[in-house]
């Protein structure tokens, strides 16, 4: 059972172009939302994380829009570089229970177009 | 560079076998946890430890077992290998305090099970 639900599964964007990856999530004890990115044969990087106590975060490019009641989140990459070209995790844990691991979502493989 | 390190990079093996795969936390991280990812189960958490104690457990196999040592690295050892472990697993560590739900990951090992 996918805890976490992301789409779209793949994302074409042209070069400066807005790219958005949407999740939802079901449990509402999850109170920590980042999303990683992942190079091919690297390890998944923090890019960007949010707590359910505010409705945006924003550094640089990258914003997390966060929808409370509708248990959404979404990740919109401004002005897309072909150097963003990589597969995007969204995630979900219950920080407060001290086992914080967290919940994966199926990922969104990005493509940015020159 | 997270500043996670895991070892070996690459692993190739028999069905049947048993190995280990080890990780160091970034310097002064408590937590460790292990995940794996795969083509047809994306990425899915194992097993947190914290400080030497197991804090949690989530997907891992009765044949997958895992322990932290004072010095805070971190052994996944995986027993009587099926070509269905064949996956990269990656291992995470997060620190104390404000922060500590940030988790992040090293460079992976691959695990080739022929």
């Known amino acids: 059972q996918q805890q976490v639900k992301q789409s779209p599964q793949s994302l074409i964007v042209q070069k400066g172009g807005i790219s958005i990856i949407n999740c939802a999530y079901e449990?509402?004890?999850?109170?920590?939302f980042p999303w990683y990115q992942q190079f091919p044969g690297k390890g998944p990087a923090l890019l960007i994380a949010i707590r359910p106590d505010v409705s945006e975060k924003k550094e640089g490019r990258f914003t997390i829009s966060f929808n409370k009641s509708a248990k959404q989140f979404s990740l919109h990459i401004m002005d897309s570089q072909p150097g963003d070209s990589a597969t995007y995790f969204c995630a979900a844990s219950k920080s407060r229970t001290g086992a914080n691991n967290l919940f994966f979502g199926t990922g969104t493989r990005l493509t940015v177009i020159p | 560079d997270s500043g996670v390190t895991q070892t070996p990079k690459h692993l190739i093996t028999a069905t049947g076998q048993r190995v280990t795969l080890r990780c160091s936390p970034r310097s002064g991280d408590l937590s460790v946890y292990w995940y794996q990812q795969s083509l047809d189960q994306g990425l899915q958490f194992l097993i947190q430890y914290y400080n030497g104690e197991e804090r949690a457990k989530g997907n891992i196999l009765e044949r997958f077992s895992a322990q932290q040592f004072p010095d805070l690295h971190s052994e996944l050892n995986l027993s009587s290998l099926e070509l269905g472990d064949s996956a990269l697993y990656f291992c995470?560590?997060?620190?104390?305090?404000?922060?500590?739900?940030?988790?992040?990951f090293g460079p992976g090992t691959r695990l080739t099970v022929l």
């Open positions: 995470a560590s997060s620190a104390e305090g404000k922060s500590y739900n940030e988790q992040f």
């Open positions: 449990n509402t004890a999850f109170d920590y």
